[in-house]
């Protein structure tokens, strides 16, 4: 953690800014260890400054410390001004985070500046593309979590079983697995509603023929895992089922045949898609080929 301050202070001539405004609570938090709800960060070339309130005049010090990375801590209360604008001082191309600002936000702090805020888009999410030795073994430890949780529940995966339970005990599985949360809002869809890319379980029970779909994940000390995985209820289905799960499985291959350092996701991409035409499948490929995992469940980059 210590070295992204400075990574993310490289950024900054190309972006045309001299200092930043963090106010993403995940970008916060990738760069200072604090994961409370609220909290911006000022970086500028010469400090890093974490902005909170009192709720988190411990557990914010204790956090960044814990992290090893040289961030100050300024606690401000209801009524007290700003620090933006004696942070500011000295500084007269400020960069804010276009995807966390609102318009109001933006208002606001720009009455606080001597210069008009620079609109900045991604420079910390693009440090946070480029995992680290340990955000990768966070990462895997979510996916294995998941991964224990399914081979425990898939044998209740019956004709009879209830799609909002069988969710509920892959959550609870992944709990139990070691998991602080679950990645998102995890989905067990069957029959007609395992066509549906971001299907919600609901009251309906599996039945015999049905094919199951299941996109689920884990939460590891902050970072999250992603996985989908499709079954038939009730043994082998028919040819056309054998034919699409194959289809799918040789579209996969042919994009993991290519993945290797410095090759293109849209190559990627391309693999995948012309796998599937190839089998008649391409207009009904809707969804993407893949993301990046991480603090957040979408990270760059896409695979598209």
Known sequence: V?????????????????ALLVTGTTNVRYLTGFTGSA???????????????GRYSEQAPTQIADAGTAVDVEVVGGGDRSPVSALADGSTRIGL?????????????????????????????????????????????????????????????????VEADLALALDHAMRAGGASDRAFETIVAGGPNSALPHARPGSR?????????????????????????????????????????????????AGLALVADGVPLAEVDAACRTSLDAAGLGEAFTHGTGHGVGLDIHEGPAVS
Not at 2 to 18: E, I, N, T
Not at 110 to 125: S, Y
Not at 136 to 150: C, E, F, G, N, S
Request: glycine content about 8%; some cysteine; overall charge negative.
């Open 2 to 18: 210590a070295d992204r301050l400075d990574s993310l202070r490289a950024l900054f001539d190309d972006a045309g800014v001299d």
């Open 39 to 53: 909290g911006n960060l000022w970086v500028d070339d010469r400090r890093a400054v974490l902005i909170t309130d």
């Open 97 to 161: 985070e276009a995807r966390s600002v609102t318009w109001s936000e933006q208002q606001r702090l720009a009455k606080l500046l001597d210069d008009d805020p620079v609109a900045t888009d991604g420079l910390v999410e693009a440090l946070r593309e480029v995992k680290d030795d340990g955000e990768v073994a966070r990462i895997a430890t979510a996916a294995a979590i998941a991964d224990r949780a399914l081979a425990e529940v898939q044998p209740t995966m019956v004709a009879g079983a």
């Open 205 to 253: 029970p599996l039945a015999d023929g049905d094919l199951v779909v299941c996109d689920f994940g884990a939460v590891f000390d902050g970072y999250r895992s992603d996985m989908t995985r499709s079954f038939r209820i009730g043994g082998p289905g028919s040819g056309q089922e054998a034919d699409l799960l194959s289809a799918v499985l040789d579209a996969q291959e």
